[in-house]
C-alpha cells in the first residue's frame, strides 16, 4: 500500500507562487512514477503533471507549462509542485497521486492523496 499526504495550499493572489508537496510512504516507493491532478468546483478532475519513478521524465498541460515546475526527493519520497504566476482559473482543489506505471492525462494512477486547496484571488 502507498499513502499520500499532500501540504501547501492556500490562498494567494494572482501573480504569486505556491508550492505544493506530497509525502509518500509505503514500500517500493522509488519505482513509482507521481504526479499532481486537479478539481475545479463543477469541473471533471484534470491532469496537471507527472514525473517518472526515476525523474528523469516529467510532462505537464498544456494550461501550466511554463509556470509549474515538478520534482522529486527520493530519498525523503517526496514530490513538489512549485505554481508560479498563479491565476485565478488555478484555483481547485489539488491531488497528489501514485502509480507502478507511467502517469499520463488519460491514466487513472491507483493511489491518491486526500487533495489540498489552492485559492488564487484575482
Known amino acids: 500500500q502507498v499513502q499520500l499526504v499532500e501540504s501547501g495550499g492556500g490562498l494567494v493572489q494572482a501573480g504569486g507562487s505556491l508550492r505544493l508537496s506530497c509525502a509518500a510512504s509505503?514500500?517500493?516507493?522509488?519505482?513509482?512514477?507521481m504526479g499532481w491532478f486537479r478539481q475545479a468546483p463543477g469541473k471533471e478532475r484534470e491532469f496537471v503533471s507527472a514525473?517518472?519513478?526515476?525523474?528523469?521524465?516529467?510532462s505537464y498541460a498544456d494550461s501550466v507549462k511554463g509556470r509549474f515546475i515538478i520534482s522529486r526527493e527520493g530519498a525523503k519520497n517526496t514530490v513538489y509542485l512549485q505554481m508560479n504566476s498563479l491565476k485565478p482559473e488555478d484555483t481547485a482543489v489539488y491531488y497528489c497521486?501514485?502509480?507502478?506505471?507511467?502517469?499520463?492525462?488519460?491514466?487513472?494512477?491507483?493511489?491518491w492523496g486526500q487533495g489540498t486547496q489552492v485559492t488564487v484571488s484575482s
Open positions: 514525473i517518472s519513478w526515476s525523474g528523469g521524465t516529467l
Open positions: 509505503g514500500r517500493s516507493l522509488g519505482i513509482y512514477a
Open positions: 497521486a501514485a502509480d507502478p506505471r507511467p502517469i499520463r492525462s488519460d491514466t487513472s494512477p491507483g493511489y
